[in-house]
Each structure stands twice: as C-alpha cells, then as structure tokens.
C-alpha cells in the first residue's frame, strides 16, 4: 500500500514548510517539495490544508470498571471516535482493583485492545497497589513494553495508595526509568468533605467541587512533588485544572524535580457553572472538578509558555442512566467528561484559531509532547522519513458543530453540544492507510498495533 499526499502545508512541533509527501509500507519514505512519477495506490489533493502528525492521546479510559460500573465506549467505538477528531494513538490507563494481580490486569486490558482498536494503543500501568508480588509484575510489565505507570493520590479504597506505596513505586519508577503519571488529589481532605457536605444536605453534582477545591488538588501535587524530590523519580501530573495546582508544580520544577504537567480541553473550555443548576450537571461531574473560568487562562497560558506539556482528555464515558446513580448523593456520580472525538477540533477552534497558541505549539502538545514524554517518537508525533505514516490532513476552513447525535462516542450526550468548530480533519491515516474522511470512519477494527515502548527516564 503506497500513499501520495500532494501540496500539503506541514507543520510539525518545530517546523511548517510545503510538501509531498510519500508513504509506503506503514512508513513515511520521502518528503520532498514536488514527488512526480512514483505510483501511489492512493493520492490526496492537500491544497489549501494543513498535515499534522497524527494526534496522541496520552489519557484515556476505555476499559474502565469504576464507581460501580464501567464506562462505556469499548476500543471499537473509542478508536473510531478517536479517528474522526484526528486522534491516531491513545494511552490507556490500565487501573486494576486492589486485589487484582498487575499482571493479570495487564493482559485483561492488552486483550480488550488487540484485534479490536483500529487505531494504534497503549498503556499506562495503574500501580494501584504495592507488594513483592506486585513489584515482580511491574518489572515484567516494563519488560514486555510499558514504560509508565500511573498513580492515585485520590479514590481511597479504590485505585488509591498509601504514601509507603507511593515511595516503593516512585524508587522503582526511578530504577527501571519508568515515568509516572499521577492523579494528585487529597483523598482524605476528599473524604472528610464528602462527609461534611452530604451531611448538611449538599447532595446535588454542583457540591462535588467544593468537595475538591483547587487546595486539594495542590495539596496532592505538593505531595507528589516531595516524594519525586526524595526518589529521584520522573513524574507527570494528569488532569492538572486549576492555577494552584499548577503553582505547585512549577514550584517544583524549580527546585529540581523532573515534573511535565497534563491539562485537559474540559479545563480550557468549560467552568464549574456546567455542573449546575440541576441534574444535569451531572453530565459534567469529572476529578478534578471543572474549576472557576478564570482557570482557562491560566492553562491557556501554560500550554504555550511550556509550563503545561500535553493537552489530553481523560476520556471517562458514562451515560446520563449511570450518572443517575448519583442521584440523591453526588458522591456516587460516576466521574468522567468524554472528549476523545472532539480535543483535536476544539483545540484548533479555540486556540490556533483562537490566537491562543500557534500552529506549531498546537501540534507539540497535542501530539509530539507525549510522544516524547512516552517513549514512542519519532515513531509517532512526528512526520520524517522513517516516522510511522500516521497523519492528519487537516481542512481549516470546515465549518461545523458538535452534536451527540452525530458523534461516534458510545454515549447518548455530549458535554460540549452545540459548540462551533473551525476545523476539521479531511484524512486521517493509521501506519500509511486511510482511516478517517470528512467526519466518517472508514478504517479498520482490529489493525490497531500494541506499541511497546522503552524506559527512557532515568
Ligand atoms: O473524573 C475522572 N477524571 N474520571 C476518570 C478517572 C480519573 O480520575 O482519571
Ligand atoms: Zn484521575
Ligand atoms: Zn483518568
């Protein structure tokens, strides 16, 4: 299979300039101002269109049993969704229960993936629980290809750990060169608020942030910022929302510590007002929670001075009917906003756009930043000879808006229903084959390659 890209304006992290390029067996073989006379089984007309390097979702729950459920896209629906809006990777964070062996939960997750995702995976290990026999997993784990972990500062009794587990996990992460992704929230200022909260009656989804106030979000990263000081350890902080969380960070960092900090396109474009006044806020209930608008700023900002790394979208589907098991208790509404399908589009719309951040910036964090981070560049996150053929044919000028009743997310709405977009992707392509036209899948279930990466944070 050989594939001609012609005209294209392409951008990368570091560079934008007018190209073809040529791509055969999986891979981007040339890259050249004009490629005449070569045979191509298949050539797109990008005139007038930008070509990014195919978009990396380093956050995703695809699998998940949490809160009393699971949610609800299986890798069919999740990639599809993911190959519409651009996204042509994701890592999944694998998050087994306390008493499930690491092992065990790695092939269960792995299994789930291959032979159904169309596009390519993988995964960040849940450490969600620490023992000698845990440990003896997560060393084999990184031997067959994983080369992060994840951890919970919050979910007590759940994905939760000890502060003695976070230590063993940070000092292993640091030995095998293991980078670690972590949830940083207070669990028992959550729990202790939790209580006090339902206890005067405050049961409705719009008291679930001021049961994690950004206080507790920055005391949980201050906490992960200390044990990486004493460890050595590389580490990540996922779902960053709110200035003092970020504070913490960048605080840090400057004192030494190797910390890249994850933010969300929730973040940068929904407020806490979303989980009002009713119910239906409940849509709109995600840990951290949507935080107060002048926050959007602030991440704004972080993403293109560099202080924030990656644009994710913790993409956690849960349906209206499950949301209502936290009906009378807002503790019990299943936590997650989707955003798979829309990050790419509503990035471009409200930050190249937007004039937020440049083209350039747009595609490092949204792509080459976690490819980086990960392990997987310039196998991924980049277009260069060699790169996997994994590309974005992006059409600027589309004009359109987000519905549910269109989106291919396994989910009856969408947090961001009705909301303009200016841009789109014209082509998508996984290893070298068109996955994705115009807003349609047209790729394949089950070609989605497990990648396996190498410990590189040491
Ligand atoms: O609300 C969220 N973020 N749901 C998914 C689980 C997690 O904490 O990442
Ligand atoms: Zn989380
Ligand atoms: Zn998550």
Same mark, same amino acid.
């Given at each position: 299979?050989?594939?001609?890209?012609k005209?294209?304006?392409?951008?990368?992290?570091?560079?934008?300039?007018?190209?073809d390029?040529?791509?055969?067996n999986e891979?981007?073989?040339?890259?050249e101002?004009?490629?005449d006379k070569?045979? @191509? /089984?298949? +050539?797109?007309?990008?005139?007038? #269109?930008?070509?990014?390097? $195919?978009?990396?979702?380093?956050?995703v =729950?695809?699998?998940?049993?949490?809160?009393?459920?699971?949610?609800?896209?299986?890798?069919?629906?999740?990639?599809?969704?993911?190959l519409?809006g651009g996204t042509?990777?994701?890592?999944?964070?694998?998050c087994?229960a306390?008493?499930?062996?690491p092992?065990?939960?790695?092939?269960?997750?792995l299994?789930?993936?291959?032979?159904?995702?169309a596009?390519d995976?993988?995964?960040?290990?849940?450490?969600?629980?620490?023992?000698?026999?845990?440990e003896?997993?997560?060393?084999e784990?990184?031997k067959?290809?994983l080369?992060?972990?994840?951890?919970?500062l919050?979910?007590?009794g759940?994905?939760?750990?000890?502060?003695?587990?976070?230590?063993?996990?940070?000092t292993?992460a640091?030995?095998?060169?293991?980078?670690?992704?972590?949830?940083?929230?207070? @669990? /028992?200022? +959550?729990l202790?608020?939790?209580? #006090?909260?339902?206890?005067? $009656?405050?049961t409705?989804p719009?008291? =679930?942030?001021?049961?994690?106030p950004?206080?507790?979000?920055?005391?949980?990263?201050?906490?992960?910022?200390?044990?990486?000081?004493?460890?050595?350890?590389?580490?990540?902080?996922v779902?960053t929302?709110?200035?003092?969380?970020?504070?913490?960070?960048?605080?840090?960092?400057?004192r030494?510590?190797?910390?890249?900090?994850?933010?969300?396109?929730?973040?940068?474009?929904?407020d806490?007002?979303?989980?009002?006044?009713?119910?239906?806020?409940?849509?709109?209930?995600?840990?951290?929670?949507?935080r107060d608008?002048?926050?959007q700023?602030?991440?704004w900002?972080?993403?293109?001075?560099?202080?924030v790394?990656t644009?994710?979208?913790?993409?956690?589907?849960?349906?209206?009917?499950?949301?209502?098991?936290?009906?009378?208790?807002f503790t019990?509404?299943?936590?997650?906003?989707?955003?798979?399908e829309d990050?790419?589009?509503?990035?471009f719309?409200h930050?190249?756009k937007?004039?937020k951040?440049?083209?350039?910036?747009?595609?490092?964090?949204?792509?080459?930043?976690?490819?980086?981070?990960?392990?997987?560049f310039p196998?991924k996150?980049?277009i260069k000879?060699?790169?996997?053929?994994?590309?974005?044919?992006?059409?600027?000028?589309?004009r359109?808006?987000?519905?549910?009743k269109?989106?291919?997310?396994?989910?009856?709405?969408?947090?961001?229903e009705?909301?303009?977009?200016?841009?789109r992707?014209?082509?998508?392509t996984?290893?070298?084959?068109?996955?994705?036209?115009d807003?349609?899948?047209?790729?394949?279930?089950?070609?989605?390659?497990?990648?396996?990466?190498?410990?590189?944070?040491?």
């Open positions: 299979m050989s594939l001609l890209i005209n294209g304006e392409v951008v990368t992290a570091d560079e934008q300039y007018t190209a390029i040529f791509c055969e891979t981007i073989t040339r890259i101002r004009n490629i070569v045979k @191509a /089984d298949e +050539v797109i007309d990008a005139k007038g #269109k930008y070509v990014f390097p $195919g978009f990396i979702d380093p956050h =729950h695809i699998y998940l049993p949490f809160m009393g459920t699971f949610a609800k896209d299986t890798h069919e629906t999740a990639s599809r969704a993911a519409v042509t990777t994701f890592i999944e964070m694998i087994p306390r008493n499930e062996k092992m065990e939960a790695f092939e269960l997750w299994g789930k993936a291959e032979g159904k995702s596009c995976f993988t995964f960040h290990m849940g450490v969600t629980r620490y023992d000698a026999e845990a003896r997993d997560f060393k784990i990184v067959r290809g080369s992060s972990f994840k951890i919970f919050a979910y007590k759940a994905f939760g750990i000890t502060d003695e587990e976070l230590y063993a996990a940070l292993l640091k030995k095998l060169g293991v980078i670690v992704t972590a949830h940083c929230e207070n @669990a /028992d200022l +959550v202790e608020l939790q209580k #006090k909260l339902l206890s005067e $009656g405050k409705g719009e008291f =679930h942030y001021w049961s994690r950004p206080v507790v979000e920055a005391e949980g990263v201050h906490h992960l910022m200390t044990f990486a000081e004493m460890t050595g350890a590389h580490v990540y902080t779902h929302s709110c200035e003092e969380a970020l504070a913490e960070a960048i605080r840090g960092k400057q030494g510590v190797n910390v890249w900090v994850e933010t969300l396109i929730q973040y940068l474009l929904l806490r007002t979303s989980a009002e006044p009713n119910f239906e806020g409940a849509k709109n209930v995600m840990s951290p929670p949507l608008k002048k926050n700023e602030v991440m900002k972080a993403l293109a001075d560099g202080s790394s644009l994710a979208t913790d993409h956690a589907p849960f349906d209206f009917e499950q949301k209502k098991m936290g009906k009378d208790d019990k509404i299943p936590n997650g906003i989707p955003s798979l990050r790419v589009n509503l990035y719309t930050g190249v937007g004039n951040i440049d083209v350039q910036r747009f595609v490092d964090t949204a792509s080459t930043q976690a490819a980086k981070l990960f392990g997987l196998r996150g980049a000879v060699g790169s996997d053929a994994d590309l974005v044919v992006y059409d600027p000028n589309y359109g808006k987000i519905s549910a269109t989106h291919q997310m396994n989910l009856d709405y969408n947090s961001f009705g909301f303009e977009i200016q841009g992707p014209h082509v998508v996984v290893r070298g084959k068109v996955a994705a036209r807003g349609k899948f047209v790729g394949e279930a089950g070609r989605g390659q497990f990648l396996k990466r190498e410990p590189s944070h040491f």
